[in-house]
């Protein structure tokens, strides 16, 4: 069965451009969560969707992230604009129902020059 | 108080050793408890899921649940290199299910 797919895998690009990060959860799993990880601060839930619908988007860092879930089977994470301090891995995770465990795509490695 | 704490390690054990991970936790109504290893530059991947006190045992790795004492550990049998890596312990925090309470993961080191 195929996993969660991030695409890009990798992103260089400079201060001020837009950046999109896309994710297509494992089908049939309900919930999508978008997560940034940093050596200093670990792994950082940004935003997560349930049924498509955000629930809760309070570690988005400011006005500059966005996310939306168009449907069941993909979702984005916007940065515009972007800063040199957004430089991480952002992953993306999905799970089938509450409690369960979620499963990782293989995150995006983002580098803002 | 952090809601979760690890030691951050490094961990060091010889190949062929028992490697034990602990994990403890604030939130005494916390249920659902995960153990993901991340290889560096790579995703988690979850390995253990416990749900209830006891133990829980696949393959080498045995998760260890004790909700009186707030902790939940991980045993690794017989250490292989191919085991470095960085293992983080998850949970859901009561009466949000939703949103996993994540450790900030201890540095295993299995030497040959």
């Known amino acids: 069965d195929a996993g969660v797919i991030q695409s890009p895998r990798h992103e260089v690009t400079e201060m001020g451009q837009e950046v999109t990060l896309r994710c297509k959860p494992i089908?049939?799993?309900?919930?999508l969560f978008w997560y940034r990880q940093t050596m200093m601060r670990g792994l950082e839930l940004l935003i997560y969707?349930?049924?498509?619908?955000?629930?809760?988007d309070s570690g988005m860092p400011e006005d500059r992230f966005s996310a939306k879930m168009p449907n069941a089977s993909f979702s984005t994470l916007k940065i515009q604009p972007s800063e040199p301090r957004d430089s991480a891995v952002y992953f993306c995770?999905?799970?089938?129902?509450?409690?369960?465990?979620?499963?990782f795509g293989d995150g995006t490695r983002l580098s803002i020059l | 108080q952090k809601e979760v704490e690890q030691n951050s390690g490094p961990l060091s054990v010889p190949e062929g050793a028992i490697a034990s991970l602990n994990c403890t936790y604030s939130?005494?109504?916390?249920?659902?408890f995960f153990w993901y290893r991340q290889y560096s530059g790579k995703s988690p991947e979850l390995i253990m899921s416990?749900?209830s006190n006891g133990d829980k045992e696949d393959g080498r790795f045995t998760a260890q649940l004790n909700k009186a004492s707030q902790y939940v550990s991980l045993l690794i049998r017989d250490s292989q290199p191919s085991d470095s890596a960085t293992y983080l312990c998850?949970?859901?925090?009561?009466?949000?299910?939703?949103?996993?309470?994540w450790g900030l993961g201890t540095s295993l080191a299995v030497n040959p």
């Open positions: 995770a999905s799970r089938t129902g509450d409690f369960q465990p979620q499963h």
């Open positions: 089908s049939g799993h309900n919930s």
């Open positions: 969707f349930n049924n498509n619908v955000p629930i809760d």
């Open positions: 939130d005494r109504g916390s249920q659902s």
């Open positions: 416990i749900y």
């Open positions: 998850a949970f859901y925090n009561a009466g949000n299910n939703r949103k996993l309470i």
